[in-house]
């Protein structure tokens, strides 16, 4: 059996797909096996997975023809992952060639490691890059006992630069039907909750930005997601923090609500009476200080020579 599975979810995504196999294929670190789950693309997915069965890919596709979603879908890909760990690499995603071998090197250090991260780039067409996680940016990605760190700074980890204890993601789920834009934060609070979890300070993956990242609709579903995961896991964190990231959430989700015609009036009742006015009024010094940082700081990836 293989150490682990690279999982690659995919959904009309033949434009990149090729170049994020290439990716895999020229890992320092072979033990894998290569999981391509297809979503019921309608492009050419099939006929690229069926050019890379002879190296080492299994293909699977959702049933019926009809896309069951990432969540869905994610949960599907792990049930028929063979491998002790797994990884995780979206189909628009690029590894860098070291990736497994640093990451494989975290995960046989401590058997109480159950979740293994690394830093991701964002990428834009015209050349332009910037870490994905910008609360860490500047500093040391965190590690440890992180399940209060990830409510408390909300989703940082890329899941294209993760690799996870197969059973240890198996125990977090199974993934809600509720979860469909978010399964991934899902799965690392379901995994920090018991295990410790460990960071690989280098660039390991390549986060490919394009129109399709993110869309008002997908936006204000994403909150509405975390409000669940708030409530599904509010016994196992501290009142004044669930209730603190109940106001952000639902100030987010208010914000969404009101940029669309017909949903403005529901959202300004939810800003005032779930979200916070002083939070939202923060807001646009938060993001005037982070571009002010940029020009004036030098990443911590770039300032230590970690791009590997």
């Given at each position: ?41 309608s ?13 080492g ?32 690499l ?16 975290l995960?046989r250090?401590?058997p109480?490691?159950g ?9 834009w ?19 440890g006992?992180?399940?209060?760190r ?12 993760t690799?996870?204890?197969r ?22 609070l379901?995994i920090a ?5 460990r960071?690989?300070?280098e ?15 997908t936006?204000?579903r994403?909150?509405?997601?975390v ?22 959430h ?5 914000v ?18 779930e ?29 230590h020579?970690?791009?590997?």
């Amino acid at each position: 059996m293989p150490f682990m599975s690279v999982i690659v979810n995919a959904h009309n995504g033949a434009a990149t797909l090729e170049q994020t196999l290439e990716s895999i294929l020229a890992q320092t670190f072979s033990d894998y096996e290569i999981v391509l789950w297809d979503d019921a693309s309608s492009d050419d997915t099939p006929r690229i997975a069926a050019r890379y069965a002879a190296r080492g890919l299994r293909y699977f596709r959702s049933p019926g023809e009809r896309a069951l979603g990432l969540g869905a879908a994610r949960q599907e890909a792990l049930g028929v992952a063979r491998g002790e760990w797994v990884a995780f690499l979206d189909q628009d995603d690029v590894w860098l060639p070291r990736n497994l071998e640093m990451q494989v090197a975290l995960a046989r250090s401590d058997p109480r490691v159950g979740l293994v991260y690394g830093r991701a780039v964002r990428f834009w067409p015209d050349g332009a890059e910037r870490d994905f996680d910008h609360l860490h940016e500047f500093a040391a990605l965190p590690e440890g006992a992180l399940f209060e760190r990830l409510w408390r700074e909300s989703c940082f980890i890329c899941i294209s630069a993760t690799l996870m204890r197969r059973q240890a993601a198996i125990d977090a789920g199974p993934i809600p039907p509720e979860i469909t834009i978010i399964p991934d934060y899902f799965l690392y609070l379901g995994i920090a909750r018991r295990w410790d979890v460990r960071a690989v300070q280098e660039v390991v993956c390549r986060y490919r930005m394009h129109a399709g990242n993110a869309t008002p609709k997908t936006r204000a579903r994403m909150q509405t997601e975390v409000l669940f995961l708030i409530d599904r896991w509010r016994q196992d964190i501290d009142p004044r923090l669930a209730r603190r990231r109940m106001q952000v959430h639902s100030t987010v989700l208010a914000v969404e609500e009101m940029r669309r015609p017909g949903r403005r009036i529901e959202g300004l009742r939810r800003l005032l009476r779930e979200g916070s006015v002083p939070f939202l009024l923060s807001r646009p010094f938060a993001w005037a200080y982070r571009a002010l940082r940029r020009k004036l700081t030098t990443p911590y990836w770039i300032r230590h020579g970690l791009a590997a």
